[in-house]
């Protein structure tokens, strides 16, 4: 079946340098993409989000890509915090008014100081 | 910032018992979902709620799970006889008319099956 997924499980940066990571999804039907990042212990937390008629979308300190053509999301942390360090999860979704989340398996992000 | 509350935190049950997740959505949201999170594995839908009835469900949702909202701000969860498998983090979402795609969720309750 289709599904979301990430590259890589596990990404250790330093503090100050700029993370990228990423996740690839398959279903091309898809026109709903969210960013979220979980704390342990704690539930997802809303990062940003980009519809499929966008290919970048800004936030504070945070920048999401998407490319359709290759079915491939990006969530960019510039200045990388150690208090980015989490798990961060890519979403996707159809704007089918119910709006069911397909979740990746989700990225670990270390920041050392 | 309104929050998506649940309780309990942890729960322990024993296998065969029922369990009731509690969740208080942010007060002027209009749907509300249960995702479910196994230890080391991704976050899984369960099931979303409109206008008091299910609009969806997965296939995890069998008959031993149910939902409600029995008044104007609680969202339960009840699992009838639980099963070891269904250990897990339970979570409660919500989201605003118009803006259903934007999921604010709570911060779980790991339930233990013994």
């Known amino acids: 079946g289709e599904s979301v997924g990430l590259h890589l499980p596990t990404l250790s940066v330093q503090e100050g340098d700029n993370s990228i990571i990423n996740c690839a999804y398959s279903n091309s039907a898809s026109d709903y993409f969210i960013w979220y990042k979980q704390e342990s212990g704690k539930g997802p937390q809303f990062i940003i989000d980009?519809?499929?008629?966008?290919d970048k979308r800004q936030g504070q300190r945070v920048t999401v890509l998407l490319n359709k053509t290759v079915k491939h999301l990006s969530l960019q942390i510039a200045a990388t915090q150690p208090g980015d360090s989490a798990v961060y999860f890519c979403?996707?979704?159809?704007?089918?008014?119910?709006?069911?989340?397909?979740f990746g398996k989700g990225t670990m992000l270390l920041v050392s100081p | 910032e309104p929050e998506v509350t649940q309780t309990p935190s942890h729960q322990v049950t024993q296998m065969g018992q029922e369990v009731i997740l509690r969740c208080v959505p942010i007060s002027n949201h209009l749907y509300f979902y249960w995702y479910r999170q196994i230890l080391g594995q991704k976050v899984e839908f369960l099931v979303s709620f409109y206008n008091n009835e299910i609009s969806e469900k997965s296939e995890i949702f069998d008959d031993q799970f149910s939902v409600e909202r029995p008044d104007g701000s609680n969202f339960t969860l009840k699992i009838r006889s639980t099963k070891l498998e269904d250990s897990a983090m339970y979570f409660c979402a919500s989201a605003a008319l118009g803006t259903n795609e934007k999921l604010f969720f709570g911060s779980g309750t790991q339930l233990s099956v013994l």
């Open positions: 980009i519809r499929s008629n966008m």
């Open positions: 979403a996707e979704t159809l704007n089918s008014g119910y709006s069911t989340l397909t």
